[in-house]
């Protein structure tokens, strides 16, 4: 029996991603837990921000901390709502220096399609497999979190910043030329962005460890149920994805305090 509070997976770059669910006094080795029935208990709340046993709200937030927290700014999701590169604090300056005055990268990643995102280069990683991308390119490397945010907008005009998530998980995408798909992508940027073009031309490549993948899936989380129940036959972003084609997204269910058995 493991417990603990629910925080997204680490994940490790091989063949396959390798993944650990990780509590305060004990761990799970998740790729070793595939085959096995996994009974996951809700037990309790434990804001990731507050550490309040308080009913969460979202990302992991209680109602509070989501609206005051320097870690649920709206500059996280909308990175051109940034400006600690003007010296102007959100929330929390020291913090929002730390996060935004780094490094940052604009790439494409094929997901569920084509899909253009933001992340911290130092993340990059990490943020492709956490949304279960297979493949991946740079196409800027920039010095802080705005110049990206605004090269994103620019680019959201010809190409999604979203995953259907359910495509993802049913592996349904077309294979692409990344290649190809980032010269047409800087063309469509003001020269102004062209300038911080990566010279890094890898495709980065991420291959999961599921068994069979469903031909259609349905979400199930604790906020609407106590228990989840399931034989697990593969991980992909942060998705467990069970036999009986229902999948538990660890991320979405954060903050939450479990008990996890595996039979």
């Not at 949304?131 to 800027?140: D, R």
């Not at 995953?163 to 940027?189: P, V």
């Not at 036959?233 to 305090?257: A, M, P, W």
Request: proline share 2%.
């Amino acid at each position: 029996m493991f417990s603990g509070v629910l925080q997204k997976m680490t994940s490790i770059h091989d063949k396959p991603i390798r993944y650990i669910l990780d509590f305060e006094s004990n761990f799970i080795l998740m790729n070793q837990a595939i085959t096995k029935e996994i009974h996951i208990s809700k037990k309790g709340y434990c804001c990731l921000s507050c550490a309040g046993d308080i009913e969460i709200f979202a990302n992991g937030f209680c109602k509070k901390c989501f609206f005051e927290s320097p870690k649920s700014g709206d500059w996280i999701m909308r990175p051109e709502l940034s400006k600690a590169h003007l010296d102007e604090e959100d929330r929390d300056l020291e913090f929002e220096k730390k996060m935004q005055l780094q490094p940052h990268i604009v790439y494409l990643s094929i997901t569920s399609g084509l899909k253009v995102g933001v992340t911290r280069k130092n993340n990059m990683l990490t943020r492709w497999v956490d949304q279960g991308a297979s493949e991946s390119i740079i196409l800027l490397e920039l010095p802080n979190r705005y110049l990206a945010g605004l090269a994103e907008v620019e680019l959201k005009e010809g190409y999604s910043d979203k995953t259907n998530w359910r495509k993802m998980l049913t592996n349904e995408f077309t294979k692409l030329d990344l290649i190809k798909e980032k010269k047409d992508a800087l063309d469509r940027l003001s020269e102004e962005l062209k300038k911080y073009k990566s010279g890094n031309e890898t495709v980065y490549q991420f291959n999961y460890n599921v068994l069979n993948y469903p031909k259609s899936v349905k979400s199930v989380s604790l906020k609407k149920s106590d228990q989840i129940k399931g034989k697990l036959i593969g991980i992909k972003g942060q998705y467990l994805i069970f036999e009986d084609s229902t999948v538990f997204n660890i991320r979405s269910n954060e903050g939450y305090l479990v008990e996890i058995d595996l039979k």
